[in-house]
């Protein structure tokens, strides 16, 4: 029997009765022929977790079956479990998906490539001269098609009263509700390029033409019958304007193809009649919920007692 120092032990397979492993910076384990003990049993795989892998396990001055003192090798410290392995830990079974390494790798492969060739065409330039989000604050989710979605707005709305910018310029005020006070008329009329004595009054007709349209919704409030807005699925509403033929063919075919580029399945949502697909799932919770009045606890009533005569 020899007694092994083994850096978080991982069973690989088992061969001729013996138990081959991995060592990794953990603890100790010790290892017999036909048999391993694992006192620490919560950081080790599961049973049944096997990997083909090398054996980088060395002895820490044991002796060998032939009675040799063995010297420890170097720990090999670059091996790394494959993607779809799943381990235990302490908070629970994970797993992770199979091509997520890949997919990792082939993104930085890409990443690497460009900035190469950017630095072949622009040697000079250097990331405080461009406009990077990841060292940048101010931005706002854009979708990749919204370009060609801006397009379509304009023709569904009359010749010579595109709305196109104007919603671009709501969706640059947006967080993740998709809900917006319209507090601001005059500053959102500027912003969206309407300028003069009428830039109030036009930018308040292209927001109802908007919402005409179908792509906001509009309800009054303290600042007038346009103080609040809450923003729709623009896929949504160019699909159903398409089966009523209000769409050019083109357009709607290059959304598609654009759609299928960048992964957007929205327009997948709604079926040939117009109507939203709900999941099952999605109909429970999607049940009206209570008005946060009636779950509030009711005042009890108090009975004054009567003076006694």
């Not at 088992?14 to 010790?30: E, L, P, T, W």
């Not at 079926?271 to 009711?298: N, T």
């Amino acid at each position: 029997m020899a007694h092994l120092r083994a850096w978080h032990c991982v069973i690989i397979r088992k061969v001729g009765g013996k138990m081959d492993a991995v060592c990794s910076r953990v603890g100790f384990q010790s290892v017999r022929q036909g048999s391993i003990e694992r006192p620490d049993e919560d950081r080790l795989p599961p049973p049944g977790s096997i990997i083909k892998a090398p054996v980088f396990c060395g002895a820490a001055r044991g002796r060998s079956e032939g009675g040799g003192v063995q010297s420890r090798p170097r720990p090999y410290t670059n091996w790394r479990p494959k993607p779809d392995f799943r381990f235990q830990s302490r908070a629970g079974v994970q797993s992770r998906p199979k091509l997520e390494g890949r997919q990792m790798a082939k993104a930085r492969s890409i990443l690497k490539r460009q900035l190469e060739a950017r630095a072949k065409i622009w040697p000079d330039i250097t990331n405080n001269m461009l406009w990077d989000r990841t060292e940048r604050d101010g931005f706002v989710t854009l979708p990749r098609a919204f370009p060609l979605i801006m397009n379509i707005m304009d023709d569904l709305s009359d010749k010579g009263f595109p709305v196109g910018q104007t919603y671009f310029e709501l969706w640059c005020r947006l967080y993740d509700e998709l809900f917006l006070t319209l507090n601001r008329p005059e500053e959102m009329a500027f912003y969206a390029g309407f300028t003069g004595q009428r830039a109030g009054r036009t930018w308040k007709d292209r927001v109802k033409r908007l919402a005409d349209l179908g792509f906001i919704d509009i309800k009054s409030g303290p600042i007038g019958e346009m103080s609040y807005a809450v923003f729709f699925n623009p896929y949504h509403v160019i699909k159903r304007a398409y089966l009523k033929d209000l769409v050019a063919e083109d357009k709607y075919r290059a959304l598609v193809i654009r759609a299928n580029e960048i992964g957007a399945s929205d327009l997948d949502d709604i079926d040939d009649h117009g109507q939203l697909i709900v999941e099952e799932e999605e109909v429970e919770e999607a049940k009206p919920i209570q008005s946060i009045f009636k779950r509030l606890p009711q005042p009890t009533k108090r009975i004054r007692p009567k003076p006694k005569a």
